[in-house]
């Protein structure tokens, strides 16, 4: 009996060490992991990426320190028939938080690709200090567009994106202070490269540039600038 059942599970090992074989092979023979170029996956496949984003406040809000620490940022792409993909990201802080997701439509006339997109994200944070409880969530909108162009392993992707403010709910303990509504607030423009850097590992190095009147990161300044300011972020992950 005991034979028997050893004997099963070694088929099990073993036809589980065949799946993961032909899988590794298949990621092999695929193009290089990608979560930023718009070049349409094969339907199911995905990448993802984990890394830090680095936020520049404009000294118009703040000359101290200000939420300048870093954020994590993981990316997950899945593809879809139709050359659509599944768009998932989160940049997460301990006093900001941000969860996006969106489709993207993208096509390749050989090195050179470009796509469209939507992504919708949920933020929210607190800040509880000495006499400061202090919390808002609120929701943001970010269609966009995509060029890129591949040169062997890199990947370049320039991508432009409106940034519009769907609402936005401030507390002070349970009291509502204040609530805004739907509008555009600014734009953004990011260039991304994806390369390998070791002979497994693949990296990503990008810069994100925006001219906006709100930064979801910088809430707890409780700026009064209505006027557009420029905000730079930088980013560095790798592709898992």
């Known amino acids: 009996m005991r034979t028997m059942q050893t004997r099963k599970w070694i088929g099990t090992a073993l036809r589980l060490c065949l799946i993961l074989v032909v899988t590794q092979s298949a990621r092999s023979q695929e193009a290089a ?52 993909t599944v ?21 390749c006339i050989g090195d050179f690709c470009v796509g469209a997109g939507d992504e919708f994200g949920f933020w929210f944070g607190s ?25 062997g392993d890199v990947r370049l992707s320039l991508r432009g994106e409106w940034l519009y403010t769907l609402s936005e709910r401030t507390f002070t303990g349970e009291n509502e202070l204040s609530s805004t509504k739907n509008r555009l607030v600014g734009f953004a423009g990011s260039f991304m490269m994806e390369q390998p850097l070791l002979r497994n590992l693949h990296v990503v190095l990008g810069v994100r540039l ?15 600038f209505k006027r557009k300011l420029l905000y730079s972020e930088l980013l560095f992950a790798v592709l898992l």
């Open 33 to 84: 992991p990608s979560v930023f170029f718009p070049r349409p996956k094969n339907t199911g496949a995905f990448d993802a990426s984990l890394g830090l984003r680095v936020l520049a406040v404009p000294r118009d809000i703040s000359e101290e320190e200000l939420n300048r620490a870093p954020a994590l940022d993981a990316q997950i792409t899945v593809g879809l028939p139709l050359q659509f």
């Open 210 to 224: 925006s001219s906006t009147e709100f930064h979801h990161q910088t809430w707890f300044a409780f700026s009064a």
């Open 87 to 107: 768009l998932s990201s989160a940049d997460l802080q301990f006093i900001t938080n941000q969860v996006k997701g969106g489709l993207r439509w993208s096509h």
């Open 127 to 151: 800040i509880y200090l000495e006499g400061f409880d202090n919390s808002v969530r609120g929701w943001m909108h970010y269609p966009h567009v995509l060029l890129g162009y591949e040169t």
